[in-house]
């Protein structure tokens, strides 16, 4: 026993050394911390087969460190990430995209984690040509503060200025970075995505050299607190994926927290699936409210959140955030809204008060990592990769297929034409 745990000590210390993409090493020079490209979850999650890396959404200190736990303990490679409606420009939590990978590395160096953590800049939302612009500035800021992996998402758009903004930016993003697409904005049982976006898609960025690591659909849940039960279409999402086989693309799923833990082990299953985004659940469950086996947070015959006695937040703080809600309007998913005015009071609790929450979210999401995403003892996976690399750069999955010439900007605009697609109603669907 005493060797093998001298080779696991020697290949964590090798792939320390190596691993660690130059961003990471540049921020964090003196670091112990496998902070990874998302590439290698992905690779990782492939090796085993039938398993999804849960990217928790680090929307406060407490979901973090307790994700964090969760994954040392059941030995699983995860990501944490923040979209950038939670932590970009306009943020409403703390945690935002210039100090998470600050966050992750301190907080894995103080608790000795040891398994591998990609850092994901989700949902890097572009809506009109003037975001993409704008983006050309903003993007390298993000991998100067220690980002892994990075999601392209101009969903909002018609699928032409989809595909040409993935390409426009795509020369911002290091080549070693992970790398997610989306097609469909999440908007529950409208707009769902179709075959035919998707290998569109997928088709125009492979004909430019662009391989992406994730596709992100529209097919059938929402962000945030489902109330329909209706939730991820198994069937759409396995239909696409199998479409885009040859592409070597694997599948990202968007707005877990509504849906049952029977539906997640379906999509670990049956489809392409690698990679899970779980945000408004590890939120509602470090702030001590009332959540169903799968997180959706629990409502009183006056649509009123419960809040678990003795778990989470002080019951005097969650009054004091409720009497806030109030008073700005602010209902159901919208309490989201509530971490960036009451960060500072969160972190102000007693210890006893702060781990409890801490705790509370590591149990939640140990049991999704062991017993829903199938994602137990993928470390060693993630660092086998590594050592066998030889670098922090996993390389491509795949390789070009299409004929550039068939996917000039003149090509796209007509073939996106072409396209009967239905985006859904309109409205402010970000995570």
């Known amino acids: 026993m005493a060797e093998t745990n001298n080779g696991i000590v020697a290949d964590f210390e090798k792939a320390l050394q190596i691993g660690r993409p130059p961003n990471v090493v540049r921020c964090f020079p003196n670091s112990k911390a496998l902070i990874v490209s998302g590439k290698f979850i992905d690779r990782a999650m492939l090796a085993k087969g039938g398993a999804i890396a849960m990217a928790a959404n680090g929307r ?14 059941s030995n699983a490679a995860i990501i944490i990430e923040i979209a950038k409606s939670e932590g970009g420009a306009n943020a409403y939590c703390a945690v935002n995209y210039w100090n998470i990978a600050r966050v992750v590395d301190a907080t894995c160096n103080e608790l000795g984690i040891t398994i591998p953590v990609a850092i994901h800049a989700d949902h890097y939302g572009l809506k009109n040509d003037q975001d993409v612009m ?3 500035t903003e993007i390298p800021t993000l991998f100067d503060a220690g980002i892994t992996s990075i999601a392209i998402d101009a969903s909002h758009m018609p699928d032409d200025k989809n595909l040409l903004a993935n ?12 790398l997610e697409t989306e097609i469909g904005e999440i908007k529950g049982k409208e707009g769902l995505s179709t075959v035919e976006e998707a290998l569109f898609l997928i088709q125009g960025l492979n004909a430019h050299n662009i391989f992406p690591d994730w596709i992100a659909l529209n097919n059938g849940t929402t962000h945030g607190i489902e109330a329909s039960g209706k939730g991820i279409q198994v069937e759409l999402t396995t239909r696409i994926h199998d479409a885009l086989e040859k592409y070597k693309v694997s599948g990202a799923q968007h707005g877990t927290s509504g849906n049952s833990s029977d539906r997640l082990r379906e999509i670990a299953s049956k489809t392409r699936s690698t990679k899970a985004n779980v945000a408004t659940a590890l939120q509602m469950i470090s702030w001590g409210l009332e959540v169903n086996d799968y997180g959706n947070a629990q409502l009183d015959g006056q649509g009123n959140f419960i809040k678990v006695s003795d778990q989470g ?16 309007g602010w209902k159901g998913g919208n309490y989201k809204k509530l971490n960036l005015p009451f960060e500072n009071k969160l972190l102000g609790q007693s210890a006893e008060i702060k781990n409890r929450m801490v705790k509370r979210v590591e149990e939640f999401v140990y049991n999704m990592l062991v017993n829903v995403l199938n994602t137990e003892n993928t470390a060693p996976l993630v660092i086998a990769a590594i050592l066998d ?27 996106g034409a072409s396209i009967s697609s239905d985006k859904g109603p309109e409205g402010d669907f970000d995570d």
């Open 60 to 73: 406060n200190n407490f979901v973090i460190r307790g994700a964090l736990k969760a994954a040392q303990r």
């Open 134 to 136: 704008a983006a050309k």
């Open 167 to 178: 390409l426009e930016l795509y020369p911002f993003i290091p080549k070693w970075a992970g």
């Open 313 to 328: 937040v002080t019951e005097a703080l969650w009054s004091e955030m409720i009497a806030y809600a109030q008073d700005q």
């Open 389 to 415: 690399t030889g670098s922090y750069d996993a390389g491509p999955k795949g390789e070009r297929i299409e004929d550039p010439a068939q996917w000039t900007p003149e090509q796209i605009i007509k073939r």
